[in-house]
């Protein structure tokens, strides 16, 4: 099940890729994750590996991910390893005069016939509400590069 958000940023598409490409902000912009951190080295490349928790209903999972895809400054993309549900993220960014068009698209992947058919029945209820958090999240990544007094710190 796959769904996708745009925002248009006001800065270089060099500051933008560089804040995104550090996994280790993402506890600042993407909901449910803490304590973001690489765990292997080099890091920043292709074949990259990572780990979070990621909280949600209440239950916290420890994430593992590999950055399958890494073309600076215009996409990178990501694949979950482990945890509660397998997933591949993709960030676009294209620049337009000064500003960066940021599009943050997620596949969230079946495990097993059921959840197939779960995607299948419900699916057009729970793209919405993905791609409303997608587009949230690069709302936040948008303040914070463009105006990081306005964040709340606490």
Same mark, same amino acid.
């Given at each position: 099940?796959?769904? &996708? %958000?745009?925002?248009?940023?006001?800065a270089p598409i060099e500051?933008?890729? *560089?804040?995104?490409? *550090?996994?280790? #902000?993402?506890d600042q912009w993407v #909901?449910?994750?803490?304590?973001?951190?690489?765990?292997? *080295?080099?890091? !920043? !490349?292709?074949? %990259?590996?990572?780990? &979070?928790?990621?909280?949600?209903?209440?239950?916290?999972?420890? =994430?593992?991910?590999?950055?399958?895809?890494?073309? %600076?400054? @215009?996409? =990178?993309?990501?694949?979950?390893?482990?945890?509660?549900?397998?997933? *591949?993220?993709?960030?676009?960014?294209?620049?337009?005069?000064?500003? @960066?068009?940021?599009?943050?698209?997620?596949?969230?992947? %079946?495990? #097993?016939?059921?959840?197939?058919?779960?995607?299948a029945l419900f699916g057009?209820?729970?793209?919405?509400?993905?791609?409303?958090?997608?587009?949230?999240?690069?709302?936040?990544?948008?303040?914070?590069? !463009?105006?990081?007094?306005?964040?709340?710190? &606490?």
């Open positions: 099940m796959k769904a &996708s %958000a745009t925002v248009t940023i006001e500051q933008v890729f *560089d804040y995104i490409a *550090d996994i280790e #902000n993402m #909901n449910g994750v803490t304590e973001p951190k690489w765990t292997s *080295d080099p890091v !920043e !490349e292709t074949g %990259a590996t990572f780990q &979070s928790f990621y909280t949600y209903g209440g239950t916290t999972h420890e =994430m593992e991910y590999e950055i399958t895809a890494l073309e %600076a400054p @215009t996409r =990178m993309a990501t694949r979950s390893t482990s945890g509660p549900f397998p997933f *591949d993220a993709e960030v676009e960014l294209v620049p337009v005069e000064e500003k @960066t068009r940021i599009t943050n698209t997620l596949d969230a992947r %079946a495990t #097993n016939l059921a959840l197939g058919i779960w995607f057009v209820l729970i793209r919405p509400f993905m791609a409303r958090q997608l587009q949230r999240e690069l709302l936040l990544v948008k303040t914070l590069l !463009e105006e990081p007094e306005q964040v709340d710190e &606490s």
